[in-house]
């Protein structure tokens, strides 16, 4: 939520609404940067991380609290809980003395080296099975999916259950999908959203690529007109609850 923080060792404020914009007309930018508001993105991935809260200790360049290490250290705090909530697995170290500084940079890395070295030695897949993922952006890459949505205003594209055998999408305005290389190049594949009206989906029976990618598109409906969060756009979609398109595309081998 918008803040000011002022430094005293800078004298200096900083407004965050000189990042994204006055939180009150641009919600929906602050959410979609805010690692808190994303956190169930992070469900599939080893989450790791450590944090300082800047009280006097070794390797501070003072004696006293720094304000910044502090807030900062408030701020994970919030993300911690926020995983508790979803209940991901994830590590949270913390460390009251702790700040930027190099002493505190090895002792973390040293930390998290070795689950570094656990993950990649595990050989974790590339991808999921299945995944969920939500995002503000009009083109995106995760797990080496493509997402590229053609929409007049800022609004979060919402996808479940992302896997070969299909997807659902939920948003507005036209989102081109490009697959993960899951299929043998050269097969054939239908792509429907069978018995949901107002949604489309084109081609129908599309051939994977070379490297084994399906390209096809999916019509949610015309765009939006109002950015999402907005008091106006809260309103309309309070008010109508086909607000959202939500397609459900399945993929059958041909």
């Known amino acids: 939520y918008p803040v000011w923080i002022r430094f005293s060792n800078a004298q200096a404020a900083i407004n965050p609404d000189n990042i994204w914009g006055p939180y009150g007309s641009q919600e929906v930018r602050w959410r979609g940067r805010n690692p808190v508001d994303l956190a169930d993105n992070l469900r599939p991935l080893t989450v790791w991380f450590r944090t300082g809260h800047g009280l006097p200790g070794p390797g501070v360049d003072d004696q006293q609290a720094d304000p910044l290490e502090v807030f900062v250290g408030l701020l994970n705090n919030r993300l911690n809980n926020k995983l508790n909530d979803l209940d991901i697995p994830h ?10 500084t190099g002493l505190h940079f090895m002792a973390s890395f040293k930390q998290a080296l070795p689950v570094m070295q656990q993950t990649f030695a595990a050989n974790v897949p590339v991808r999921p099975n299945s995944f969920d993922y939500r995002s503000i952006e009009p083109s995106f890459r995760i797990f080496d999916w493509q997402f590229s949505a053609t929409r007049s205003i800022i609004e979060f594209l919402y996808l479940s259950d992302v896997s070969g055998d299909g997807l659902t999408l939920k948003g507005s305005g036209t989102v081109a999908v490009t697959t993960a290389p899951i299929y043998t190049p050269g097969s054939s ?9 107002g949604i489309d989906v084109w081609p129908n029976h599309p051939q994977a690529d070379s490297q084994g990618r399906l390209h096809f598109n999916v019509s949610l409906g015309d765009s939006h007109t109002l950015q999402q969060y907005t008091p106006a756009q809260s309103l309309v979609e309070a008010a109508s609850p086909n607000y959202w398109k939500e397609a459900n595309v399945q993929i059958w081998n041909n």
Not at 91 to 100: K, L, N, P, R, S
Not at 189 to 197: I, Y
């Open 189 to 197: 594949h239908w792509v429907l959203a069978p018995g949901q009206p």
């Open 91 to 100: 590590t949270y170290i913390q460390d009251a003395t702790a700040g930027h």
